[in-house]
């Protein structure tokens, strides 16, 4: 690619130049795309609204430049190579000339069904090809795709669908996790008891029995049959919405982040090439699930804008044995692999005679996402798996940010274990103090912001643009306030420290300490409940709840078993608190307000010093607590 930045000194120029005259910069950058219709104006923005706009009435369709700006050249080469979870299922290799025609195919059942341009469709999927097909799909005739992650429950599923108030769900049979079939379409029928789509489109992947309701349930297969092989893109405003991703945030309620279509395809295309110097022919694995960002950004569309071929895994790392990431490493010859701290060190804590055997030499570029990776995984990964020859770029981003903002260029820039290092070209960081005053020069520590636009940021929080405004640009002053704190340390080079606001981060999922409450609160027997996170070895952090309950009639036993299960019913697996502490009380202000501090302390297991604990309205709750955990 010709966007590609080949040397430290490129590097730094165009760092400058892209801050400089970021106009001129992007402009180029956005010039090897195609448009249908060249933009007007590069950028037009004001953070207050917000209202940001890039490339300006230009006109584009994402999946044009995917395939029609390519198949000429790279028709042949594979688009995505897909890894069944069952070892000996046969892969899956799939050409860019190939996706084209699954992808036209596919966008012409959705017209066939009704659904146009602005429509809002939900794809609750499984990681299997089809799921990218939907998306693109879904991007190429102007529907606007919601993927909500196949792991998370039928309320939290329904919530989605009626915030975006979906037409219809793209879904799947089932779903192999390990050696058992995890039932999908049960899922999505659970969540349409409470509100309505007209049409579901299942893939059958497992074989598994499922319930058809006539006339709005159809089988994938079935409708492909005999559909056309053409398809014209439909015409996009290059700010036309392309999707919501539902993340969490300090508040119960997830919200819809939305990005739109060019500055999210400049950006995306851009990032993955420079950040993993991604070169023809290499093979590409990112371990990330389509339902988060990573999975959007750089499964799909990054990859397969740049033409790249991305390796689909179905699985996860320990089955059949945590040997597997080795063994498809070995078995693609994947060269540039990218996953989640979570994943590094819960495979370290196998030791390293899962990777014995394996031939790991196609690897060039190792890649870390979600969660700050901690010095001793940055080295395990470092030495064991890229054998001391792979740098490791520790990307550091946001659902909200689109794209990779700080990271290592991959064999370009200097890397330094746990820090993301540096900012990419068009990326003005700035670190501020509680008050949002700037603190300039390096060796400071405080809250990361960003003070000029890039392509791929957050548009707006799906109908409700109060609380974008709210959450991301009122904290600072004409700012993009990550929620992040951050070191810039003696030579410049950023580290991340972690959330600063009500936000838990584990295995790189992101929950709301209020999200995880209320879910606790359904429970009958619940009175009240507060929930921090703790160091964990594994996950990053871990989720500690506290909770009073009525206690006549049941034992803190079955309680504590109940609340977990509600919890997994209410928002998914993912969300279970690691422990649970019945409690008298809880530690508050005079003006009601839980004091989290004392919280964490209590959960970290550090019960000596609580600090200043004056201005709680009975200290003596704190004692009680600290009891109850010992
Ligand atoms: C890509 C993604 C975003 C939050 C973010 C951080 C944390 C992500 C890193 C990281 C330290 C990293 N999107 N985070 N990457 N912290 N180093 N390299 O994860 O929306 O799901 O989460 O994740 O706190 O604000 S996300």
């Given at each position: 690619?010709?966007?590609r930045?080949?040397t430290?000194s490129?590097?730094?120029?165009?760092?400058?130049k892209?801050?400089?005259?970021?106009?001129e910069?992007?402009?180029?950058?956005?010039?090897?795309?195609?448009?249908?219709?060249?933009?007007?104006?590069?950028?037009?923005w004001?953070?207050?609204?917000?209202d940001?706009?890039?490339?300006v009435?230009?006109?584009?369709?994402?999946?044009?430049?995917?395939?029609?700006?390519?198949?000429?050249?790279?028709?042949d080469?594979?688009?995505i190579?897909?890894?069944?979870?069952?070892?000996?299922e046969?892969?899956?290799?799939?050409?860019?000339?190939e996706?084209?025609?699954?992808?036209?195919?596919?966008?012409?059942?959705?017209q066939?069904?009704g659904?146009?341009?602005?429509?809002?469709?939900?794809?609750?999927?499984?990681?299997?090809?089809?799921?990218?097909?939907a998306?693109?799909?879904?991007?190429?005739?102007?529907?606007?795709?919601?993927?909500?992650?196949a792991?998370?429950?039928?309320?939290?599923?329904?919530d989605?669908v009626?915030?975006?108030?979906?037409k219809?769900?793209?879904?799947?049979?089932?779903?192999?996790?390990?050696?058992?079939?995890?039932g999908?379409?049960?899922?999505?029928?659970?969540?349409?008891?409470?509100?309505?789509?007209?049409?579901?489109?299942?893939?059958?992947?497992?074989?598994?029995?499922?319930?058809m309701?006539?006339?709005?349930?159809?089988?994938?297969?079935?409708?492909?049959?005999?559909?056309?092989?053409?398809?014209?893109?439909e015409?996009?405003?290059?700010?036309?919405m392309?999707?919501?991703?539902?993340?969490?945030?300090?508040?119960g309620?997830?919200?819809?982040?939305?990005?739109?279509?060019?500055?999210?395809?400049?950006?995306?295309?851009?990032s993955?090439s420079?950040?993993?110097?991604?070169?023809?022919?290499?093979?590409?694995?990112?371990?990330?699930?389509?339902?988060?960002i990573?999975?959007?950004?750089?499964?799909?569309?990054g990859?397969?804008?740049?033409?790249?071929?991305?390796?689909?895994?179905?699985?996860?790392?320990?089955?059949?044995?945590p040997?597997?990431?080795?063994?498809v490493?070995?078995?693609?010859?994947?060269?540039?692999?990218?996953?989640?701290?979570?994943?590094?060190r819960?495979?370290?804590?196998?030791?390293?005679d899962?990777?014995?055997?394996?031939?790991?030499?196609?690897?060039?570029v190792?890649?870390?996402?979600?969660?700050?990776i901690?010095?001793?995984?940055?080295h395990?990964?470092?030495?064991?798996i890229?054998?001391?020859?792979?740098?490791?770029?520790?990307?550091?981003?946001?659902?909200?940010?689109?794209?990779?903002?700080?990271s290592?260029?991959?064999?370009?820039?200097?890397?330094?274990?746990?820090y993301?290092?540096?900012p990419?070209?068009g990326i003005?960081?700035?670190?501020?103090?509680?008050e949002?005053?700037e603190?300039?020069?390096?060796?400071?520590?405080?809250?990361?912001?960003?003070?000029?636009?890039?392509?791929?940021?957050?548009?707006?929080?799906?109908?409700?643009?109060?609380?974008?405004?709210?959450?991301y640009?009122?904290?600072?002053?004409?700012?993009?306030f990550?929620?992040?704190?951050?070191?810039?340390?003696?030579?410049?080079?950023?580290?991340?420290?972690?959330?600063?606001?009500?936000?838990?981060?584990?295995?790189?999922?992101?929950?709301?300490?209020?999200?995880?409450?209320?879910?606790?609160?359904?429970?009958?027997?619940?009175?009240?409940?507060?929930?921090?996170?703790?160091?964990?070895?594994?996950?990053?952090?871990?989720?500690?709840?506290?909770?009073?309950?009525?206690?006549?009639?049941?034992?803190?036993?079955?309680?504590?078993?109940?609340?977990?299960?509600?919890?997994?019913k209410?928002?998914?697996p993912?969300?279970?608190?690691?422990?649970?502490?019945?409690?008298?009380?809880?530690?508050?202000?005079r003006?009601?307000?839980?004091m989290?501090?004392?919280?964490?302390?209590?959960?970290?297991?550090?019960?000596?010093?609580?600090?200043?604990?004056?201005?709680?309205?009975?200290?003596?709750?704190?004692?009680?607590i600290i009891?109850?955990?010992?």
């Open positions: 690619m010709s966007d930045l080949h430290l490129g590097y730094l120029y165009e760092y400058q892209s801050i400089a005259q970021p106009e910069f992007w402009a180029r950058i956005a010039d090897s795309f195609h448009w249908r219709k060249r933009w007007d104006n590069v950028l037009k004001n953070f207050d609204g917000p940001v706009k890039w490339f009435n230009a006109k584009l369709n994402i999946t044009e430049n995917i395939f029609e700006r390519h198949l000429y050249t790279i028709g080469r594979p688009a190579i897909w890894e069944p979870s069952e070892p000996n046969p892969t899956r290799t799939i050409t860019y000339r996706l084209f025609v699954e992808v036209c195919r596919f966008s012409n059942v959705l066939d069904k659904i146009k341009k602005g429509d809002r469709v939900i794809i609750y999927m499984p990681m299997v090809p089809e799921a990218a097909i998306m693109l799909a879904c991007a190429r005739i102007g529907a606007i795709h919601s993927v909500v992650f792991g998370f429950s039928s309320n939290a599923l329904a989605r009626i915030d975006c108030e979906a219809a769900i793209l879904t799947s049979d089932g779903n192999y996790r390990g050696n058992k079939k995890i999908v379409k049960s899922v999505v029928d659970e969540a349409l008891e409470k509100s309505s789509v007209e049409t579901v489109i299942v893939y059958q992947r497992t074989g598994q029995e499922v319930t309701k006539d006339g709005r349930d159809f089988w994938w297969h079935e409708v492909m049959a005999g559909q056309s092989e053409k398809h014209v893109a015409e996009m405003d290059s700010e036309d392309l999707f919501i991703l539902y993340t969490s945030g300090s508040t309620k997830p919200k819809g982040v939305v990005h739109t279509t060019g500055g999210y395809m400049v950006y995306t295309q851009y993955f420079n950040v993993f110097q991604y070169s023809p022919g290499d093979v590409y694995w990112c371990t990330a699930d389509i339902g988060w990573t999975g959007h950004s750089y499964i799909v569309y990859p397969l804008l740049a033409g790249a071929t991305t390796l689909m895994f179905e699985g996860v790392p320990t089955y059949p044995n040997s597997r990431f080795w063994e490493i070995e078995k693609h010859k994947v060269n540039v692999f990218y996953t989640a701290p979570t994943a590094i819960a495979l370290q804590a196998f030791g390293t899962p990777i014995q055997g394996y031939d790991l030499s196609s690897l060039k190792l890649g870390s996402v979600g969660e700050p901690n010095e001793e995984a940055w395990w990964y470092h030495t064991h890229g054998k001391g020859r792979c740098p490791i770029v520790d990307t550091w981003w946001q659902t909200e940010t689109g794209g990779i903002l700080i290592p260029l991959a064999g370009i820039t200097p890397t330094k274990p746990a993301a290092t540096l990419l070209p003005q960081l700035c670190i501020v103090d509680p949002g005053n603190l300039k020069g390096n060796s400071v520590e405080g809250n990361l912001c960003i003070k000029f636009p890039w392509p791929s940021m957050i548009r707006t929080t799906y109908g409700d643009h109060d609380r974008c405004k709210q959450t640009f009122s904290t600072y002053k004409g700012m993009y990550t929620g992040d704190g951050v070191k810039r340390d003696h030579d410049g080079y950023y580290r991340i420290l972690g959330r600063v606001d009500d936000v838990i981060n584990v295995s790189g999922h992101r929950m709301g300490t209020a999200e995880v409450e209320n879910a606790i609160n359904e429970h009958p027997k619940v009175i009240e409940s507060a929930v921090v996170a703790y160091p964990h070895e594994v996950k990053g952090q871990g989720i500690y709840a506290y909770v009073i309950c009525d206690m006549t009639n049941r034992t803190e036993e079955n309680l504590i078993n109940e609340i977990k299960e509600m919890v997994s209410i928002i998914g993912i969300a279970k608190p690691d422990k649970i502490q019945i409690v008298p009380g809880l530690p508050k202000t003006s009601g307000k839980i989290r501090r004392i919280l964490r302390k209590v959960a970290e297991g550090s019960l000596d010093s609580m600090g200043d604990t004056s201005t709680l309205l009975d200290p003596d709750v704190v004692e009680k009891e109850g955990r010992k």
